[in-house]
């Protein structure tokens, strides 16, 4: 059976351009004690707005819900954060996105198992794209996770529709990894987002070995024709190749100051002051460094968001966010 897609209503006092779609999972976080609403597109989009606002950006998601009482709250959290909700399609069969979170109390880290078939398993093309010609937007925001389903049709279609310049946000999470997927990212991507642990597997995965870090990264950007490749080091901060070969890496602090309460969305958080970064024509290095800071101020909190706007008023004064233009 054919199930015709059912689009959210437009949002009211949204513009009809957005800087940045972001692609992908709309999901919750399902902890021992509680629920957090999240996935990394929906992060990155949480912060652009957040830190954002004030210079004019206005960042859209792209995703599918179910109709239940998750696809609610998740529209509700939306509506809050002053996201437009115009690309979140819903889905009558099919349930929200849902990850089941386990702490590992040895090492700290934490396991994820990503339910299937889920509703954002199945963002519909034709929507998709329809958001596309209405936002024209300057980037988008995608990553390796969401194509694991019949959503990468939709993923192609609105790169097509938009000719945006690509931010591709790898997250390998087993076993949703493919050599195919990746393959196909990477050949549409401008800039390539991940971290040193995924840097090392992908070279394997593609045949692409070296005797460092650099020299993998190096042969990743000549293969697919990357404009830029960011790894991230976690507390190490965080470094960057162009196709230049030009190397640039984060200015690390001699002492951490604070305990780290929690690194979920650590990365999702330094993705989106990288993003806001290229938008505002931020020096690389200067993008590297309050990228770095901002992700380690979110590794303060209990998970991937703060609670309110209050967070981002002192990056916003000390970045002058609402005094900087659009470039």
Known sequence: ???????????????MQSDVLLFGELLVDCFADR???GGAPFNVARHLRGLGRH?????????RIGKDERGARMLAKMQ???????GIQQDLLRPSGEVRVTLDEASRTHRFDILPDQA???????MARLIGLLRR????YFGTLAQRGGSKTALRTLLQTTHARAFLDINLRDPWVRKDVLHWSLGKAEIVKLNAEELDRISDLLGLPGPTQRARGERLI?????RQLLVTEGAQGAWLLDADTHYFHTEIPLQTSFEVVDSVGAGDAFAAVFLLGLLLDWPVRLRLQRAHHFAGEICRLRGALPGNDEFYQPFIAEWQLGQEAKS
């Open 120 to 126: 954002w398993d199945f963002i519909h093309a034709d």
């Open 222 to 226: 000549g293969s697919y024709n990357l």
């Open 35 to 37: 629920e957090v609403i």
């Open 55 to 63: 210079a004019g950006f206005d960042p859209m998601l792209v995703s």
């Open 137 to 140: 937007p300057q980037w988008l």
């Open 80 to 86: 809050a954060a002053d996201l437009a909700i115009d």
């Open 1 to 15: 059976m054919v199930v015709t897609p059912h689009p959210v209503p437009f949002g009211p006092a949204h513009g």
